[in-house]
Antibody
Framework: EVQLVESGGGLVQPGGSLRLSCAASGFTFSEYWLTWVRQAPGKGLEWLATINQDGTFAKYVDSVRGRFTISRDSATNSGSLQMNSLRAEDTAVYYC?????????WGQGTLVTVSS | DIVMTQSPDSLAVSLGERATINCKSSQSLLSSSNNRNYLAWYQHRPGQPPKLLIRWASARESGVPDRVSGSGSGTDFTLTISSLQAEDVAVYYCQQYYSAPCTFGQGTKLEIK
């Protein structure tokens, strides 16, 4: 069974940093892209970033480029999203997803709250 | 970036009736190299992760009931639920994966009338 489990969410002050993790199992991790998507309270889905199978290529949406960094580790079958310079508008549930272009399997999400 | 626009924003349909959701992209999602439309539909129920329903504009995922169908090409697409069931209450999103960032529509909230 394909499983993706996010962790690392929580409360952080504006300007702070947080690192989200995504543990993958039930499939051959190295064969798929990995994507992060978020949903702010009362808002729709926002695609954030994706990384290719060997971690050599990544793409970001403008709103997070330069602040967020996506990465992956084939040794531990996991992905990460390093989030810096966080703003109140980054408050959201963050999902990692296995991407086959489109995103075919999703984790349950982890909540990030940016507030003082 | 490609802009995806859904209509309507919300929709109330009686049980057993048809629900139709539209999605329009700011540029064509049809690839000339493989004649495929890079358009997906997702169902998002409260408290659950989004679920992929359809890819390539009309290809249903395994396990998705055949009363759910997708159609369209180029810049105009439609998701149809032919006979609404209670479990179909959700927010539905279209997404283009023609080019990154792979943008979503704003969502359509489907409710029972």
């Amino acid at each position: 069974e394909v499983q993706l489990v996010e962790s690392g969410g929580g409360l952080v002050q504006p300007g702070g940093s947080l690192r989200l993790s995504c543990a993958a199992s039930g499939f051959t991790f190295s064969e798929y892209w990995l994507t992060w998507v978020r949903q702010a309270p009362g808002k729709g889905l926002e695609w954030l970033a994706t990384i290719n199978q060997d971690g050599t290529f990544a793409k970001y949406v403008d709103s997070v480029r330069g602040r967020f960094t996506i990465s992956r580790d084939s040794a531990t079958n996991s992905g990460s999203l390093q989030m810096n310079s966080l703003r109140a508008e980054d408050t959201a549930v963050y999902y990692c997803a296995r991407s086959e272009w489109p995103e075919s399997s999703w984790g349950q999400g982890t909540l990030v709250t940016v507030s003082s | 970036d490609i802009v995806m626009t859904q209509s309507p924003d919300s929709l109330a349909v009686s049980l057993g009736e048809r629900a139709t959701i539209n999605c329009k992209s700011s540029q064509s999602l049809l690839s000339s190299s493989n004649n495929r439309n890079y358009l997906a539909w997702y169902q998002h129920r409260p408290g659950q992760p989004p679920k992929l329903l359809i890819r390539w504009a009309s290809a249903r995922e395994s396990g998705v009931p055949d009363r759910v169908s997708g159609s369209g090409s180029g810049t105009d697409f439609t998701l149809t639920i032919s006979s609404l069931q209670a479990e179909d209450v959700a927010v539905y999103y279209c997404q283009q994966y023609y080019s990154a960032p792979c943008t979503f529509g704003q969502g359509t909230k489907l409710e029972i009338k």
